[in-house]
Every structure is written in C-alpha cells, then in structure tokens.
T-cell receptor, first 112, second 113 residues
Framework: GNSVTQMEGPVTLSEEAFLTINCTYT??????LFWYVQYPGEGLQLLLK?????DKGSNKGFEATYRKETTSFHLEKGSVQVSDSAVYFC???????????FGQGTRLTINP | SAVISQKPSRDICQRGTSLTIQCQVD?????MFWYRQQPGQSLTLIAT?????????ESGFVIDKFPISRPNLTFSTLTVSNMSPEDSSIYLC??????????FGPGTRLTVL
C-alpha cells in the first residue's frame, strides 16, 4: 500500500539556519505530494504541493521538488525564522483518490 | 478556501462513555473527512462522509465504534463510542471544496481515563 516516511524529529535549529526535512514515499503510479504545517494550537494548513515529477512547490520561502527517481519530496528553506516553529507533515494522494496518506510528522523548533 | 470549526476543542472522558464531536464549515462542501492522530503518530483517515449517503470507513474502523452523521453540506458529527484509553487522540475533520485541496479543522483533543 501507499506510505510516507519522514525524517525523525524533533529538529532544533538556530534562526537563519538552512532546513531540510526528508520525506520519501511508496506509491503506485504518480501520486500528488503535499507538505502540511501545524502551528502551535492551530489546525493543519497546506504549505505547498506538487502534482507531477520534477514539479517544485514553493510557499513562504519553503520549497520541495517532486523526485520520481528517488521517490522523495524533501522540504527545504534557506533561512529559517522563529515563526517557522511547527510540526510539518508530508503527505501523498493517489490519482483519483480523496484519501491523504500522511507521514508521522516532524516537530521543528527554531531558537533565536 | 474553507473555515472549519470543531467542538469541543478538548475533553477528558471516562472509560465506557461516548463523545460526539461536531464539525462545522463556513461553506457547502460535498466531501468531508474524519482523521485520527494518536499520540506521536501520523494522521489516519477514519472515514469519508458525503452528504446523502452512508459514510465510507477505512480498514480498521467500524460504524459501531465511530458512527458519523452528515445531515447537510456544512455539518458533520463523529461519535467515539464505548471509549477506552486507546481512543485518546486528536480527532480532525477536513473538507475538500471543488477544485481545492483539503482544509483541516483545529482538531479535538480527547483523553480517556
């Protein structure tokens, strides 16, 4: 079945550091890939998405590229801020399906 | 986009009791979903609730344990029945407006003693 594996957390960085959160997936066909973010006390919000191979999703300085050859969708940001502290979830959805399959989430803490 | 509210935001319940969680969305949507997030784990889809039809449950979830109502296009309830400590989780509803991705509610944090 479909599955998503995320980098183990928690991750703690200093402000302005470079961020990478790894995400790999197992799926048949060509799923759509997503990163969701959950800020403290809030619901999940869609951060970015990519729907086909080599697509790059980007939002709020975050980027992720859909890599079919490595079945990966790693999240990156060049310079993190304290306000980026949150839990990040990688997810996929198969073609024609409504169901989202989530990774286990990675808690990110940015220290000033 | 869609704005979703859930009630209650959190609750502490006794073993053997039931809790009904409400999900309200600010626009009419066909597709509504209920997810569970157990402590330290990922989100898992419980069921899909479409207005005018029976909810569709994922493997491992049954209607007797998690009955769902969907009386109209802006509202749904999920009941967690005959609770045990293993049901302690965050329960989230989500919606998918046409042509959009899924939007999530803030979640209901349930603790069963």
């Amino acid at each position: 079945g479909n599955s998503v594996t995320q980098m183990e957390g928690p991750v703690t960085l200093s402000e302005e550091a470079f961020l990478t959160i790894n995400c790999t997936y197992t799926a048949t066909g060509y799923p759509s890939l997503f990163w969701y973010v959950q800020y403290p006390g809030e619901g999940l919000q869609l951060l970015l998405k990519a729907t086909k191979a080599d697509d790059k999703g980007s939002n709020k300085g975050f980027e992720a590229t859909y890599r079919k050859e490595t079945t990966s969708f790693h999240l990156e940001k060049g310079s993190v801020q304290v306000s980026d502290s949150a839990v990040y979830f990688c997810a996929l959805r198969s073609r024609g399906a409504q169901k989202l399959v989530f990774g286990q989430g990675t808690r990110l803490t940015i220290n000033p | 986009s869609a704005v979703i509210s859930q009630k209650p935001s959190r609750d502490i319940c006794q073993r053997g009791t039931s809790l009904t969680i409400q999900c309200q969305v600010d626009s009419q949507v066909t597709m509504m979903f209920w997810y569970r997030q157990q402590p330290g784990q990922s989100l898992t889809l419980i069921a899909t609730a479409n207005q005018g039809s029976e909810a569709t449950y994922e493997s491992g979830f049954v209607i007797d344990k998690f009955p769902i109502s969907r009386p109209n296009l802006t509202f749904s309830t999920l009941t967690v029945s005959n609770m045990s400590p293993e049901d302690s989780s965050i329960y989230l509803c989500s919606v998918e407006p046409p042509g959009n991705e899924q939007f999530f509610g803030p979640g209901t944090r349930l603790t069963v003693l």
